[in-house]
C-alpha cells in the first residue's frame, strides 16, 4: 500500500516539473528576438539560408494567391546571388525600369508648375503694390492724401501737376482749333451748295419767262385772225 502511494507522488510531482517546463519554454518561444547584425558568422549563414527561403516560400504564395508578379534580389554578404520571379524577371525588370522613368516625367511637371506658381505670386504682389502707388499717386494729384509728402516731394508734385495741365491746356486749345477748321469747312461747302442753288433757281424763272413771253404772242396772233374774218363776213349780213 505504501509503494502505490509513494508511485503516485512521484507521478504528480513528475508532471508539475514538467507542467514547469512547460512554462519556461513558452516563454522563451515568445520573447522577441531583437533585430540587429548577428555577429557569429555560422549562426548568420544560417539565419539568412532561414530566412531567404520563407522570404521566398511567401512571395511564392503571395503570387499564387493573388495573382501578382513578384521578383525579389537579393545578394547575401559573400556576394552569392538569390533571386525569384513568379515570370520572367527581366520582363519584370524591364516593367519597373518603365514606370520609374514615367513617375519621373510626371514629377517633372509638378516642379515647374511649382515654380511657375512661385511666378505667378511674386507677379501678383508686385502688381497688387503697383496698383495702391499708382492709385495713391493718382489721389496726390487730386490735392488729396499729402500729408506724408515732404517738401521736395511736394515741389515734384506741383512741377508734375503744372507740366500735366499745360498738356491739357494744349490738347484743349489743339482740339478747339481743329473743331474751328472743320466748322469752316462745312461753313464753306454750304455756301458752295447755296450757290449752286441759287443759279438753278435763276435759269428755271429765265426758262419761265420765255415760255409765258410766247404764249402770249400766239394768243395776239389769233385775235388778230378773229377780227379779219368777222370783218370779211359783214357783206353777208346785208
Known sequence: MASGVDSFYFLSLGFSLLQVVKCDCMKMVRQKIQIKKIDNLTARQVTFSKRRR??????????????AEIALIVFSATGKLFHYSSSSMMQLIERHRGLSENSDKLGQPSLQLLKENNSYAMLSKMLVDKTRELRNFNRQL??????????????KLEKMVDGGLNHVVEAKNDKCLKEISLLKKKESKLMEENAKLKKQAEKSEG?????????????????????TSLRLGLPFAN
Do not use: H, P, Y
Not at 520563407?54 to 495573382?67: H, I, M, P, R, W
Not at 426758262?207 to 377780227?227: A, K
Open 207 to 227: 426758262t419761265g419767262n420765255g415760255i409765258e413771253q410766247s404764249n402770249s404772242s400766239d394768243c395776239t396772233s389769233n385775235s388778230r385772225g378773229s377780227d
Open 54 to 67: 520563407g522570404v521566398f516560400k511567401k512571395a511564392q504564395e503571395l503570387s499564387t494567391l493573388c495573382d
Open 142 to 155: 487730386m490735392g488729396e492724401e499729402l500729408q506724408g509728402l515732404d517738401m521736395d516731394e511736394l515741389i
